[in-house]
């Protein structure tokens, strides 16, 4: 049984399922050329992340039995249809939660830090004013008593959640489904703390955080555009970690300028893998290749994971 891990996959789950008899190719594949190269192996099992995708075409070209998505979110496989053809779609959704969240507060702390500008002008003019960069830079904010706001009450949301009740931030949170969970916090040394969390609705998120963080499958339309922007608090911080096209890109931009907006963190765009100029250059803006749920550990998990669904829906 032959599985084509396209978007690769992590040692310890390759090498968990080569112990239950799996043959794995981690071998890359061009889109273009994707369903050739399965039908010509025999691949019965094709597991992805976002960089490949898994639509109709290639579906009813091949003779897929699973297809399976490392990580949340399954908006580049065509799930329904692939079901509906009789193929078993699995995800890991649990499996890169922390280190999303991890991320969510890298971006934030370099945007309130100044860290994200810094990095780019020390090398450039350190040696020459270094005096002129740490007066331009010494403008930064704590996060202990800001309010961080959460659009997205799942497993993402519930791990940014706990880092800022670690950080002695409020919380408010929305979710469409509203909710109440108690949220516990294990500490080093076997202390366990549950605090209580109720959602509110969406208006207030984004007129009371200081914060805001997205953790919402792909939309339709914009959940942030120039009309939320508006109703937000001057020199609040925006981050994205979530899908590309949740966050009106150019009203976003637009807020930056007028001063509206402080400072964003952007994981993922509109226009990926080619996101506007524009951003890249914005210097408001810290800014990574969509990475959030990249850790090692994270992958390790993913592709155990992978590996125990695969075992269990072929018995061995």
């Known amino acids: 049984m032959k599985i084509l891990a396209n978007d690769g996959i992590s040692k310890a789950g390759q090498e968990a399922l080569e112990a239950k008899g799996f043959e794995v190719i981690t071998t890359h594949v061009a889109q273009e050329q994707l369903a050739n190269y399965i039908n010509e192996k025999g691949v019965e099992v094709l597991l992805v992340r976002s960089a490949t995708k898994v639509r109709?075409?290639?579906?009813?070209?091949?003779?897929?039995?699973?297809?399976?998505?490392?990580?949340?979110?399954?908006?580049?496989?065509?799930?329904?249809?692939?079901?509906?053809?009789?193929?078993?779609?699995?995800?890991?959704?649990?499996?890169?939660?922390?280190?999303?969240?991890e991320f969510v507060y890298a971006h934030i702390f370099s945007i309130v830090r100044n860290l994200h500008n810094s990095n780019r002008n020390m090398p450039l003019e350190g040696d020459t004013n270094f005096n002129g960069l740490k007066k331009a830079y010494a403008k930064a904010?704590?996060?202990?008593?800001?309010?961080?706001?959460?659009?997205?009450?799942?497993?993402?949301?519930?791990?940014?959640?706990?880092?800022?009740?670690?950080?002695?931030?409020?919380?408010?949170?929305?979710?469409?489904?509203?909710?109440?969970?108690?949220?516990?916090?294990?500490?080093?040394?076997?202390?366990?703390?549950?605090?209580?969390?109720?959602?509110?609705?969406?208006?207030?998120?984004?007129?009371?955080?200081?914060?805001?963080?997205?953790?919402?499958?792909?939309?339709?339309?914009?959940?942030?555009?120039?009309?939320?922007?508006?109703?937000?608090?001057?020199?609040?911080?925006?981050?994205?970690?979530?899908?590309?096209?949740?966050?009106?890109?150019?009203?976003?931009?637009?807020?930056?300028?007028?001063?509206?907006?402080?400072?964003?963190?952007?994981?993922?765009f509109e226009k990926e893998p080619q996101p506007e100029m524009g951003l890249l250059m914005n210097e408001s803006l810290s800014l990574s290749p969509h990475i959030a749920g990249s850790t090692e550990e994270a992958q390790s998990r993913i592709g155990t994971e992978l590996a125990a669904q695969i075992a269990d829906f072929y018995g061995v």
């Open 56 to 101: 109709q075409d290639l579906i009813d070209a091949t003779h897929l039995k699973m297809i399976g998505r490392g990580g949340v979110g399954m908006d580049n496989i065509d799930v329904t249809y692939a079901r509906e053809k009789g193929i078993q779609v699995i995800n890991t959704p649990a499996s890169s939660s922390q280190s999303v969240a």
């Open 141 to 268: 904010y704590e996060l202990r008593g800001k309010t961080m706001g959460v659009v997205g009450f799942g497993r993402i949301g519930v791990e940014v959640i706990k880092i800022a009740i670690g950080l002695g931030m409020n919380v408010i949170v929305y979710d469409k489904f509203p909710a109440t969970r108690e949220i516990e916090l294990d500490f080093f040394d076997g202390q366990k703390l549950t605090f209580t969390v109720v959602s509110t609705d969406f208006e207030e998120v984004i007129t009371k955080a200081d914060f805001i963080t997205l953790h919402v499958p792909a939309q339709d339309g914009y959940i942030i555009g120039e009309k939320e922007l508006a109703k937000m608090k001057d020199g609040v911080v925006i981050v994205n970690t979530a899908r590309g096209g949740v966050i009106d890109e150019k009203a976003l931009a637009d807020a930056i300028e007028t001063g509206k907006v402080l400072g964003a963190g952007l994981d993922v």
